[in-house]
Each structure stands twice: as structure tokens, then as C-alpha cells.
């Protein structure tokens, strides 16, 4: 399955620390994206990285791609309580259909 | 753009009846999917259109859903009969050319079936 799978399922942080969230998936991808869903929302994007790509950053958030690994990290730096969010990885491998994973629920505490 | 809009936002019925989920993509993006959400299997594609063509309807779950598309604005998910296994969170998103483009999530419909 394309479909990648986040880690860990659920995070815990006091405000002020970084979080980190991992995603590993199984095959070849071109592009990984990562997504937010606050609670009773829908699904909001934070970053596209391509599959050439190793690094990219956008504000607090820091995303690498190891395509030798097959896993993908988003980094959020100096954590605020409106972080507090389910972050989604979601794989594309040629088929146009992005594969998302089951998320990481992120709590951070004010 | 009011971004993409999905009615109801909430629906009770009860087992045995028809449900109809609307979807109202962004203006100009040829792509719309359907996704259902729930703790127990995560987020489902159900279908993806474009260009108000169904491309992959693998995730429909049972011939009891149904998706249409009949124009660029407007798309509808009909389950019937509705069964309480159907109780999740109906996600429309769409995107500007593809589903590896950036997808931009309605709000969702929770449906309750009991």
C-alpha cells in the first residue's frame, strides 16, 4: 500500500518545545504532503516536498523527505497551544491519488 | 472564495434511509474527492472526479453509495439505504488540476445513523 503511516499516534508537549512527527511509507512517491486538522475541521495544508527535495521550511514548520529510508519528518518549532492539532501525511506515487496516513494527534499545553 | 462548502453539516437519519451529502468546490479546480473519516479506519477516499469525470471510485465502499457530478460546481454522495456502519465524517475537498496538487478541505458532514 501507498499509504504512509504517521509516528507517534499521539504527542504531548508543553508550549515552547519543538514536536516532532514522523511518516514512513512503502514505495516510490513523487511528492509528500503534510496536513492539519484542528477538531471538527477539515483538512488544511501546510507543505508540499517533492520527492528531489530533501529539506523545506515554512515558518515554524520543518520538513525533510529520505527517500532511502522512505519516511518523512515535520518539525514545528517553539510549540504554541493553537498547534494543537491532528498532523496527516499524505504520499502521491504516480496514480494522482494522494494516500493519506491514520495522523498524529499533537497536544500542546499552555 | 468562500473555499469549499459542504451541506449538511450535520445529519441524524435513521437506518434504512436515504442520505444525499453536497459538495460545492472552488471555483476553477477540476478535481473533487470525497473522503469519509472515522477513528476506526482513518481518512477513506470514496471517489475522485475530474473535470466532473469519475477517474477512481475503488474506495466506494458498496453499491448502497453513489457519487454524481453533474457540473463543475456541484457534486452529491447518496447512500440508500443508510446503514449505522455509515456513521462518519464526509470530507469534500477539492484541488486545481489533480490529486497531487494541494487539496482544500470543506468542513465535512457528520452523519449519524442510528
Known amino acids: 500500500s501507498q499509504q504512509g503511516e504517521e509516528d507517534p499516534q499521539a504527542l504531548s508537549i508543553q508550549e515552547g518545545e519543538n514536536a516532532t512527527m514522523n511518516c514512513s511509507y512503502k514505495?516510490?512517491?513523487?511528492?509528500l504532503q503534510w496536513y492539519r486538522q484542528n477538531s471538527g475541521r477539515g483538512l488544511v495544508h501546510l507543505i508540499l516536498i517533492r520527492s528531489n527535495e530533501r529539506e523545506k521550511h515554512s515558518g515554524r514548520l520543518r520538513v525533510t523527505l529520505d527517500t532511502s529510508k522512505k519516511s518523512s519528518s515535520l518539525l514545528i518549532t517553539a510549540s504554541r497551544a493553537a498547534d494543537t492539532a491532528s498532523y496527516f501525511c499524505?504520499?502521491?506515487?504516480?496514480?494522482?491519488?494522494?494516500?493519506f496516513g491514520r495522523g498524529t494527534s499533537l497536544i500542546v499545553h499552555p | 472564495d468562500a473555499g469549499v462548502i459542504q451541506s449538511p453539516r450535520h445529519e441524524v437519519t435513521e437506518m434504512g434511509q436515504e442520505v444525499t451529502l453536497r459538495c460545492k468546490p472552488i471555483?476553477?479546480?477540476?478535481?473533487l474527492f470525497w473522503y469519509r473519516q472515522t477513528m476506526m479506519r482513518g481518512l477513506e477516499l470514496l471517489i475522485y472526479?475530474?473535470?466532473?469525470?469519475?477517474?477512481?471510485d475503488s474506495g466506494m465502499p458498496e453499491d448502497r453509495f453513489s457519487a454524481k457530478m453533474p457540473n463543475a460546481s456541484f457534486s452529491t454522495l447518496k447512500i440508500q439505504p443508510s446503514e449505522p456502519r455509515d456513521s462518519a465524517v464526509y470530507f469534500c475537498?477539492?484541488?486545481?488540476?489533480?490529486?497531487?496538487?494541494?487539496?482544500?478541505f470543506g468542513p465535512g458532514t457528520r452523519l449519524t445513523v442510528l
Open positions: 472526479f475530474n473535470n466532473n469525470v469519475p477517474i477512481d
Open positions: 471555483s476553477g479546480h477540476n478535481s
Open positions: 514505495t516510490s512517491i513523487n511528492n
Open positions: 499524505a504520499t502521491e506515487g504516480g496514480s494522482y491519488i494522494p494516500t
Open positions: 475537498a477539492s484541488s486545481l488540476t489533480g490529486g497531487a496538487d494541494t487539496q482544500y
